[in-house]
């Protein structure tokens, strides 16, 4: 059996990257997040590597579908204090890629009675979150799983925030004060338990800490002066009647200006170069802000937002998790078409779902689906009735999963070409999804509000029908 | 491919349920006549019920099956509930406030992760609550009561353990900690480091012999525990409130000829108790415990509420009794077999009649033996076979097989 390792993409790609080139290995391919995901070392011929998001990793090594792996001790920490008894371990800290995380807020005291309402956290790291809230008998909280830009969300949609940084006036140049410093991490070199008690894995780890710095201070040792003070940050108090409108971050910016210049909307500083979250709106009474598209329609559903531009694929994802959710499409704004669809190996002799489900029914292994839309994955699994299957949670490149890691994806695409580039085939198409308006069920009771929303939705129906 | 069940859970066979049922109805049977009234709560409750301070211990919470349910948008998650106190505490807070006094139990399981999975994560008991009394006679009565119901499984050599949470609490303050520690130092006990408490003692100048000795502490000694308290009067007027409130129960139990041991530093259990602990042990294995709990309704904004429980652990009850020594008596099973497709109708008949008489009536569907059968032939005629004796009876109606089979000797 190949030693298998797992390596990041992302933030610790670079540095990994120099820490590989120092031990020697003679890696094609992993330079950049250009998509390859499967490179090769010359020093170790017969090693195989993987390519994966960073948070992806720390599951892949429990799972046991890889010997080692590299990723920030928060990403273990996130796994770990959920699923204590996986079957992963930290074997050394690598001595760069080093953060913390903070539990922080956008308010000089946050207020944690609260009178009787939960003290919302909005994070990437829930299960730390939650941990945290549990260890300091917070009495009633929320944690909002974010896909990111969680400090977006203090001080009006979230009390606090658990984000990672690199030190404490890192967090005060986005107008947050640390509350509490919950983790310090770095990246660090992992192996799966039963790889670490049975395998022969010492030249290759021996190898990356050969190259590690000799004097470098640990992770345990960092001093990280918190700021006496950072200014806090200056909302104004959200009147009752006006409309809080949630703006997609990343690639659908473009798109979503161009509509709104559709519409006679003008917006200033979207997208922001200065990364600037709350952009000023030529709209009376619309207050806008800008966050993930993945995190809206639970946002709407808990009412932190009045209309939202996302994709019609994570208002279904969010429906399959929430059937009772208030958010709901009001407008398809006909932008970034999309199918979202099953996906095997080439290799895999299936042609449709029905003909998974016998391929399937002969298998003595659980059927393992991976996806960024896990909700829709195992909602697909359910529906075709695909037995004693898995979902693996993914956060892109899933393409790197099939077939060694994964049997089935459910993947969006556009033209389909990604697909057929790295030897996959589509089986199913679940349904088309393009970026909407999406808005709650629930009702307004304000007679201007319920006119402002009216006079938007109508503008940017006049703008879709324009286009 | 075999489907295996979860990790962690337990099926039940059919023996396996008799036993069950026998213990709990005998639980449920002592709760009736002392008043107790049967309550179930869901198994599903929001996860902040158990998170307010007071309720359990961080190492307890960290051991909850928690989730986002499908209305969870609102973020808040539920749990899987980890013990049964606490959801009859919120029944009461929510409907049953103005009754005032309460006398309350239930049988159902509890969820807690645990590690590996060997061990289960589905645990089954059965509590009592006796909400709005805060007396050593209402301590006494669940003692008393649950002294009983062990008695009544017939299990030999119960150890009783007493320790008092007010003391413990006291001790801790008097150690001179800061109030985070002490919070910590008693959560540590309850979850189960019997020696925390001398640990730190020892460091403690504050101390001194007299209250080590105290710790050390084991065994029935309400009379040491008396000159204690008059030698505690003079140096440590604090500790003498919890120290008085245990005499009281104890010298209730003495009343009673309820044995017991103390054993102040081990008060294994949850946060949210404030007065009496007790445990109950079988050699080294605890099979039930309980304790005063004067704060727990209180913080639920259930107004001024004192209260006590205790829960019996089933699935360690159900190993210990001895099912032979109990007339387990069950009623005669009489198989009924239609000789021909035409008399289905009439065997289905002459089952219901056998059922309405009190017997157990299986019908045949694949043929195999029973010391009762009752044979159906087209147009209603019956035959009786008792297999044991090898006699056939030709009989008219159902009325006659019931009589045959409740003829002295025939079951």
């Known amino acids: ?467 | 491919m075999k489907i295996q069940r979860c990790k962690g859970m337990r099926d039940m066979s059919p023996a396996e349920m008799t036993v069950f049922h026998l213990v709990e109805e005998i639980c449920r049977d002592c709760f009736l006549k002392w008043g107790y009234q049967e309550v179930r709560t869901p198994t599903i409750e929001y996860l902040h019920l158990f998170t307010s301070a007071g309720t359990l211990t961080p190492g307890m919470l960290g051991k909850v099956y928690s989730f986002l349910d499908w209305d969870g948008w609102s973020g808040e998650r539920v749990v899987l509930r980890p013990d049964g106190t606490i959801p009859v505490a919120r029944l009461y807070t929510e409907k049953m406030q103005e009754q005032g006094l309460a006398r309350l139990f239930y049988a159902a399981n509890m969820f807690t992760f645990e590690e590996n999975g060997e061990k289960t994560r589905e645990r089954w008991q059965c509590g009592a609550e006796l909400i709005g009394a805060g007396s050593a006679v209402a301590d006494a009565e669940l003692l008393a009561l649950s002294s009983e119901i062990l008695q009544k499984l017939g299990l030999k050599g119960v150890e009783l353990r007493l320790s008092h949470a007010g003391l413990i609490k006291a001790l801790l303050e008097k150690i001179g900690l800061s109030p985070e520690e002490q919070h910590k130092l008693f959560d540590s006990i309850l979850d189960g480091d019997a020696d925390a408490l001398a640990r730190v003692s020892r460091e403690s100048p504050e101390l001194g012999g007299t209250l080590l000795s105290l710790l050390k502490l084991k065994g029935k000694s309400p009379g040491f525990l008396r000159n204690q308290l008059a030698l505690l009067r003079q140096t440590a007027p604090e500790i003498c409130a919890p120290l008085e409130d245990f005499l009281k129960t104890v010298a209730v139990l003495d009343e009673l000829g309820i044995k017991y041991q103390i054993n102040i530093a081990s008060g294994t259990g949850f946060e949210y108790y404030t007065g009496i602990i007790f445990q109950y042990f079988t050699g080294r294995e605890k099979i039930g415990g309980g304790g005063r709990y004067d704060a727990l309704i209180p913080s639920m904004g259930g107004g001024n509420a004192p209260a006590s429980g205790f829960a019996l652990y089933l699935d360690r009850l159900m190993t210990l009794v001895k099912p032979a020594s109990f007339i387990l008596t069950s009623p005669l099973k009489v198989l009924v077999k239609a000789l021909s497709p035409d008399a289905v109708k009439e065997a289905f008949n002459a089952a219901a009649g056998l059922r309405k008489a009190g017997f157990i009536a299986e019908l045949d569907l694949d043929g195999r033996p029973a010391d009762w059968t009752l044979e159906v032939k087209s147009g209603g005629a019956l035959t009786l076979v008792n297999k044991a004796e090898s006699v056939k009876s030709k009989i008219e109606n159902i009325n006659a097989a019931v009589a045959l089979l409740e003829a002295p000797g025939a079951g």
Not at chain 1, 15 to 31: S, V
Not at chain 1, 97 to 124: C, H, M, V, W
Not at chain 1, 189 to 213: G, H, Q, T, Y
Not at chain 1, 271 to 286: F, H, K, Y
């Open chain 1, 1 to 467: 059996m190949p030693v298998k390792i797992a390596l990041p993409k992302g933030r610790l790609l670079r540095k990994t990257a120099a820490l590989l080139q120092k031990a020697d290995w003679g890696l094609d391919e992993y330079q950049s997040n250009m998509g390859f995901y499967r490179p090769q070392a010359s020093k170790f011929p017969d090693l195989l590597i993987r390519v994966f998001h960073e948070k992806d990793i720390p599951i892949q090594i429990a799972l046991g579908n890889y010997d080692l792996g590299i990723c920030g001790l928060d990403w273990l920490r996130e796994l770990l204090v959920k699923y204590p008894s996986s079957g992963v371990v930290k074997i050394k800290d690598l001595l760069y890629g080093e953060g913390s995380l903070y539990l922080a807020s956008a308010a000089l005291r946050p207020d944690f009675k609260q009178n009787g309402t939960p003290l919302r956290i909005a994070s990437e790291y829930p299960n730390l979150a939650e941990a945290y809230a549990l260890q300091q008998r917070m009495n009633r909280f929320s944690v909002f799983p974010v896909w990111g830009a969680a400090e977006a969300y203090p001080p009006e949609n979230a009390e606090m925030a658990l984000l990672a940084a690199g030190s404490a006036a890192e967090l005060a140049a986005c107008a947050m004060r640390p509350v509490a410093k919950v983790l310090d991490y770095s990246a660090c070199l992992i192996a799966n338990r039963s790889s670490w008690e049975n395998k022969d894995l010492d030249k290759i780890v021996a190898s990356l800490l050969s190259a590690l710095p000799e004097t470098a201070k640990s992770v345990a040792e960092k001093k990280d002066a918190v700021p006496a003070f950072s200014p806090p940050r200056i909302v104004e108090k959200i009147a009752r009647d006006a409309v809080r409108l949630a703006l997609p971050d990343g690639h659908q910016q473009q798109q979503t200006v161009e509509l709104l210049t559709r519409a006679g909307i003008k917006i200033e500083d979207y997208p922001s170069e200065s990364g600037v979250r709350r952009p000023q709106i030529a709209l009376d009474g619309v207050i806008v802000k800008v966050i993930r598209p993945q995190d809206m329609p639970l946002q709407v559903a808990n009412g932190n937002f009045d209309l939202a531009i996302t994709g019609r694929d994570w208002l279904t994802d969010h429906l399959a998790q929430f059937p009772s959710s208030p958010a709901c499409e009001i407008l398809d704004l006909k932008l970034r078409k999309v199918r979202l669809v099953a996906v095997v190996h080439q290799d895999m002799p299936v042609a449709d779902t029905a003909g998974l489900r016998n391929y399937i029914a002969g298998r003595d292994a659980p059927f393992r689906l991976a996806s960024e839309y896990v909700n829709i994955a195992d909602k697909y699994a359910r529906d075709n009735h695909l037995g004693h299957y898995r979902v693996i949670p993914t956060w892109g490149a899933t393409e790197a999963f099939l077939p060694d890691d994964a049997d089935l994806l459910i993947e969006n695409t556009e033209t389909g070409r990604t697909i057929a580039r790295h030897n996959l085939k589509i089986i199913d198409t679940l349904f088309a999804s393009t970026a909407c308006l999406i808005g709650s069920r629930m009702t307004v009771d304000s007679p201007l509000k319920k006119e402002r929303l009216a006079d938007l939705v109508k503008k940017l129906q006049a703008a879709v029908g324009d286009a």
